[in-house]
């Protein structure tokens, strides 16, 4: 059979253990990236539009979030309507902010493997 | 109760749609990155150590990505001992280079969201 590419030494080299799997999961990924954007917070049906998540999607991904104290969910009335407004909470952000620098890192990783071939490695170069 | 930012207009800002779940989860991420940065394929137990899995999990993820024609899977002998060669298929490293464009998205969007006084920004300035 063919010869495999020497592997590198380090065990775990591309494991990536920070990839919090609480915030790794596409949906939450896409919650988290609105709300960091938003630091005031949005309501329930502003984050819904940005994620195109349906509303019983939303809701049982912030129920994990909040429960992870990853966000805040604060019950008010907006115009005599009930409105929920989302935020990250301190610690949401920065658990975030530590979850995206291991991102970072599998992005440069790849493009670094990937080589000068792809546009990847020439747009992160 | 406290306004939240104005939304930005566009529906699915954030959706990430180009996250494809077989690419994303966490295991197969791992186990892509490692591939792509060995093109000559990687034998099983190496595939392994590099990714911090164990047999069970990386059998069932190789098995996932197999049937999405993502990575091949080669089985051989090795000085007499059986041995699996584990490589990314051509295609494979097409839809990884997409979701890669995809992921640095996010990480550009979520950096420049969280502003200068987050170390992300800082460094991916």
Redesign the interface.
């Known amino acids: ?5 020497a ?2 030494r ?8 920070g ?1 919090d ?1 609480v915030i ?1 999961e ?1 949906a939450r ?6 709300l ?8 329930f049906p ?2 819904k ?5 349906t509303d019983g999607n939303l809701s049982r991904h912030l129920a994990v979030l909040q429960e992870a104290d990853l966000v805040s969910l ?1 019950k ?3 115009q005599n309507r009930p ?1 929920t ?1 989302c935020r990250l909470t301190p610690a949401g ?1 920065g658990r ?2 530590e979850y ?2 291991v ?2 890192q ?2 440069r ?6 080589g000068p071939a ?3 490695a020439t ?2 170069a």
Chains 1, 2 share one sequence.
Do not use: I, W
């Open positions: 059979m063919a010869r495999s590419d592997p590198d380090d065990d775990g080299r591309f494991s990536y253990e990839l799997r790794h596409k990924l896409s919650v988290l990236t609105s960091v954007a938003h630091p005031k917070g949005l309501a502003d984050l539009r940005l994620c195109n998540l604060e008010g009335q907006v409105q407004l952000r975030f902010l995206l620098t991102l970072e599998v992005v990783d790849a493009a670094r493997a990937a792809s546009d990847l747009k992160t």
